[in-house]
């Protein structure tokens, strides 16, 4: 039986961070696993119950029943990860391949051309814009990001959007902008035709809407992309469905705690090093989407590039230590 305790905590997003979330503080928790093998490693917890997650007390108080929602699953599949490399005294970034990340735009608004200038300066050559609630205002003002020239740009509408929505959307933008589009997310909820009339437009990338597709019936899915959130994915499930299909794949974190971005980073250096091909750009850089916490401040990073996080497997060795911890099977 794994032993496990937790540590609840709350970041506070520094600006609106998702098309579905507010700016109010999150709550999750940490995890601490010990095997019976005497391997201990960490994860986070972060539900998104705008995704429709119970809330992290919830989560808790089934696990200590012995029930394990997916979230839950993934972090305890992660967690082992860490452990594993702990145990044989490894950080997981010694030796694994570097993967860039995009930026990301969560307000379109803001940005002047110095932003972008800086952006491309500090070596990003991808950036991702998160559509809000006025999509044809949003189409106007990324004229300005596509006609840089500089980025590949990817446009993510979390399923906010119908067909005709899109399609006055995408006919805002010229031929020459239209050509910078890397791809475009979850446009509306998936359905086949609609999806396959839609990316004769512009390439589409599957996120939420993965889960969605019927894989068993698909012959030939009508995105070129499939996005992987560690987090909330049977990652090797994932990866299989990429190559079975030839789709490009991006991991990004689910916009969770630093040691949950970590984990994604990891997942994401594994994948470039199997498939250095199939992976793009990733979106594991969600540092600036929080205030900075005592985690996030070890967290070392060069423009798109992930560098160091101190001590073994994901890092944070003392940060962890210094906790108060609390066993689950108690509460
Ligand atoms: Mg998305």
């Not at 160091?308 to 944070?316: L, R, T």
Request: overall charge neutral; glycine content about 6%; charged content about 25%.
């Amino acid at each position: 039986m794994i032993k496990f305790e937790f540590y609840k905590y709350k970041i506070h997003p520094t600006s609106v961070i998702g098309a579905i979330a507010s700016d109010a503080s999150r709550e999750g928790a940490l995890l601490k696993c010990t095997w019976p093998d005497g391997k201990i490693g960490y994860s986070d917890i972060h539900p998104w119950q705008e995704l429709g997650d119970a809330d992290i007390d919830t989560q808790l108080m089934a696990l200590s029943r012995g029930r394990i929602s997916f979230l839950v699953e993934q972090s305890i599949w992660l967690a082992r990860k860490d452990a594993i490399l702990r145990s044989m005294m490894k950080n997981g970034f010694e030796g694994a391949s570097r993967f860039k990340n995009h930026f990301l735009i969560s307000d379109l608004s803001k940005i002047t051309d110095k932003n972008l200038n800086d952006i491309k300066a500090s070596g990003f050559s991808s950036v991702k814009i998160k559509v809000g609630n006025n999509p044809l205002e949003d189409a106007e003002r990324s004229l300005k990001v596509l006609r840089t020239g500089h980025f590949w740009v990817r446009f993510d509408f979390n399923s906010k959007l119908d067909f005709s929505m899109f399609e006055r959307f995408i006919s805002i933008l010229d031929k020459s902008s239209k050509a910078k589009i890397e791809f475009v997310e979850d446009p509306f909820p998936f359905e086949q035709k609609a999806w396959a009339e839609a990316s004769r437009l512009v390439p589409l990338a599957a996120d939420h809407e993965y889960d969605n597709v019927e894989w068993s019936k698909v012959k030939e899915p009508p995105f070129k992309v499939i996005v992987i959130k560690p987090a909330r994915q049977d990652v090797d499930k994932a990866v299989n469905r990429a190559t079975t299909f030839n789709l490009k794949m991006v991991v990004t974190s689910s916009l969770d705690h630093p040691v949950g971005m970590i984990h994604s980073a990891l997942v994401a250096s594994e994948i470039k090093k199997a498939y250095p091909n199939q992976l793009l750009d990733c979106g594991c850089l969600s540092l600036k989407s929080y205030k900075p916490n005592e985690f996030s401040n070890k967290i070392m990073v060069q423009g798109p590039y992930f560098t160091q996080v101190p001590g073994y497997g994901i890092g944070f060795d003392q940060t962890f230590e210094g906790l108060a911890w609390s066993d689950l099977h108690k509460e």
